[in-house]
């Protein structure tokens, strides 16, 4: 079992910049993918970032590719999201997610994960 947190969700101005957290609790972080998703009202939740096992490798959703960066520390069992040059379509709920079947790979659909955190809110003002 593998239970997320997130933390670092906030409400911040078009052009600002925030950081969320995830810290895993459990045994497989550290041999698992992880993933960040959001969902905004009304819409599906929708892919924003992968990272691998060892951090070796990472994938993002066109729409953040250039101003997030997703990174992990497994040592604190912490996977990070920095968000920069933030837009007001980017509000929404964000998920931090485990793959507990994969270490690696383009891992954009949410049937690929195993765990979910509780989602911590992004407001973008503009």
């Known amino acids: 079992q593998v239970q997320l947190v997130e933390s670092g969700g906030g409400l911040v101005q078009a052009g600002g910049s925030l950081g969320l957290s995830c810290t895993a609790s459990?045994?497989?972080?550290?041999?698992?993918?992880m993933g960040w998703f959001r969902q905004a009202p009304g819409k599906e939740r929708e892919f924003v970032a992968v990272?691998?096992?060892?951090?070796?490798?990472?994938y993002y959703a066109d729409s953040v590719k250039g101003r997030f960066t997703i990174a992990r520390d497994n040592a604190k069992n912490t996977v990070y999201l920095q968000m920069n040059s933030l837009k007001p379509e980017d509000t929404a709920v964000y998920y931090c997610?485990?793959?507990?079947?994969?270490?690696?790979?383009?891992?954009?659909?949410?049937?690929?994960?195993?765990?979910w955190g509780q989602g911590t809110q992004v407001t973008v003002s503009s």
């Open positions: 459990g045994r497989t972080f550290s041999s698992s993918a």
């Open positions: 990272i691998s096992w060892n951090g070796g490798s990472t």
């Open positions: 997610a485990a793959s507990a079947r994969y270490g690696s790979g383009r891992l954009t659909s949410a049937g690929l994960y195993d765990y």
